[in-house]
């Protein structure tokens, strides 16, 4: 039996030895894996690090596009209403012009030159009206100091009520809200 015995117990050392061999390969093997998978953890990580940082980055680029396309807008507006403003400016000094050479026709012979001036008025007063500017300051009107300029002061009656413009010497013109020029005017003296 001794003999059976022995190879018996090759037999249990052959095993013993083949499931140390197997458990330190296998120990092995999941010492690699959990390397490996502490390795990818760390780099998913970083790449979700570098994705929020890309995001963060995106985003204030945007807020900075809609920022400046939100600036640039209103500079065009702003540039937009100076122009305008620039090509009425010298059609009022004509309006004007126009105006006083009405004044002086009116006092000789005006059949030579009343009609056509006065056309020229009319037609410049819709071109203005087209482009969105109206006049103010007319006489009768009350004094508004933020539309009109006071020249001078005269004594109240002779029709004319006090505070009320008595003369204008220069029309004021308004585009919408806006005040292009104020109206130069002599006001009616307030008791």
């Known amino acids: 039996?001794?003999?059976?015995?022995?190879?018996?117990?090759?037999?249990d050392e052959r095993r013993e030895g083949d499931a140390a061999s197997s458990n330190a390969t296998d120990l092995a093997e999941v010492e690699i894996l959990r390397t490996e998978l502490g390795a990818a953890s760390e780099r998913l990580s970083a790449l979700e690090a570098e994705h929020q940082a890309c995001l963060d980055k995106m985003l204030r680029a945007r807020a900075d596009l809609e920022n400046t396309r939100r600036r640039h807008a209103?500079?065009?507006?702003?540039?937009?209403?100076a122009g305008l403003d620039a090509a009425i400016l010298p059609v009022l000094s004509v309006y004007d012009d126009l105006g006083r050479a009405l004044?002086?026709?009116?006092?000789?012979d005006p059949s030579s030159i009343v009609p056509g001036v006065r056309s020229v008025r009319e037609s410049l007063e819709r071109s203005l009206e087209a482009l969105g500017v109206t006049r103010v300051g007319d006489v009768g009107e009350t004094f508004d100091p933020d539309r009109h300029e006071a020249l001078a002061v005269v004594p109240a009656g002779d029709g004319r009520p006090p505070g009320a413009?008595?003369?204008?010497?220069e029309?004021?013109?308004?585009?919408?809200?806006?005040?292009?020029?104020?109206?130069?005017?002599?006001?009616?003296?307030?008791?």
């Open 103 to 108: 004044q002086a026709a009116e006092g000789g």
């Open 1 to 11: 039996m001794r003999d059976d015995e022995r190879r018996q117990g090759h037999d």
């Open 171 to 191: 029309a004021g013109f308004v585009r919408g809200e806006r005040l292009v020029r104020p109206a130069r005017v002599i006001v009616a003296e307030q008791g």
């Open 74 to 81: 209103q500079e065009l507006e702003r540039a937009r209403e």
């Open 165 to 169: 413009i008595a003369e204008v010497f």
